[in-house]
């Protein structure tokens, strides 16, 4: 499955964003996906999924702000970020796996979130 992100940009403290992943070329409903973050200096990290079953995860920082959700007819994943904090600054990959595979092995390319504060 190919992944393209879009919708990154600037955005002040408390202010919203969405992005969006469009999947291609395979069967989007029998994956699972993911947006991870990555900020300068840290390590990637998970901040939501959603499986090909609909079961869906928060980390704890964004748990409450953010929104994962996914357009099957439309081979889509959003992602809405509400009350965007500066520590949310970092660019923002898509990923998918296989249903219950337990390996993100497909990437979007990053689109970069910067909050101002």
């Known amino acids: 499955v190919q992944l393209q992100a879009s919708g990154g940009g600037l955005v002040q403290a408390g202010g919203s964003m969405r992005l969006s992943c469009a999947a291609s070329g395979s069967t989007f409903r029998s994956y699972d996906m993911g947006w991870y973050r990555q900020a300068p200096g840290k390590e990637r990290e998970l901040v939501a999924s959603?499986?090909?079953?609909?079961?869906?995860n928060y980390s704890d920082p964004v748990k409450g702000r953010f929104t994962i959700s996914r357009d099957n007819a439309g081979d889509t994943v959003f992602l809405q970020m509400n009350n965007l904090k500066p520590e949310d600054t970092a660019a923002y990959y898509c990923?998918?796996?296989?249903?219950?595979?337990?390996?993100?092995?497909?990437w979007g390319q990053g689109t970069q979130v910067t909050v101002s504060s």
């Open positions: 959603v499986s090909s079953g609909d079961s869906i």
């Open positions: 990923a998918a796996q296989y249903k219950d595979s337990g390996t993100w092995n497909f």
